[in-house]
């Protein structure tokens, strides 16, 4: 299966790797997808799944309408800015270690959500790191810490993209 999306993947970057195709992906839009009509909880209503709280870090497709939460123009801009916070400030650090000052114990129950991780993606979270350009455990991370955060399903696709955009406006450019 890792494998199978790593390769789905990789013909989708493929597909936009071209000096042409990189500003229509990077592009940000001018006016925020409304996705209240799905829920109206913070991390749906902000464009924001792994509801991050503002830190002064500027990220692509970041808007200003919240003063405590990242808002994000679209949902694929804030999967973007949840694999560029975990590239830069959690990359080689278990599970464990980077849910533990992701979602402390003062604000979270840390344990539940490792546990839920764990659940969710069947990886052991005391052994797998953190390392955003291995899709085939980097996804499953994100797909599980977004679920925890919303309270809801994600769209795998809205995953990928995110990912792709992180690769293509941040990394690669």
């Known amino acids: 299966m890792r494998l199978i999306i790593s390769f789905i993947v990789a013909l989708m970057l493929a597909s936009y790797s071209f000096a042409e195709d990189i500003v229509p992906i990077c592009a940000v839009a001018d006016t925020k997808f409304d996705s209240t009509s799905i829920s109206n909880n913070i991390p749906t209503r902000n464009n924001n799944p792994g509801n991050i ?64 991780i764990e659940d969710r993606t069947g990886f052991p979270a005391d052994t797998v790191e953190i390392n955003s350009y291995d899709i085939a455990t980097i996804i499953p991370i994100v ?31």
Not at 86 to 104: D, F, V
Not at 145 to 161: C, P, Q, R, S
């Open 53 to 116: 709280k503002k830190t002064g870090h500027k990220y692509i497709g970041e808007i200003d309408e919240s003063d405590t939460y990242e808002t994000f123009v679209d949902v694929n801009w804030g999967f973007a800015a949840m694999f560029s916070l975990l590239h830069r400030k959690y990359s080689g650090m278990t599970i464990e270690e980077a849910i533990g000052i992701y979602a402390p114990d003062f604000e979270n129950d840390t344990n539940a959500y490792v546990k839920f």
């Open 143 to 173: 797909e599980a810490m977004a679920t925890y955060e919303g309270g809801k399903n994600w769209i795998l696709v809205d995953i990928h993209f995110g990912w792709q955009r992180w690769m293509t406006c941040e990394i690669l450019r």
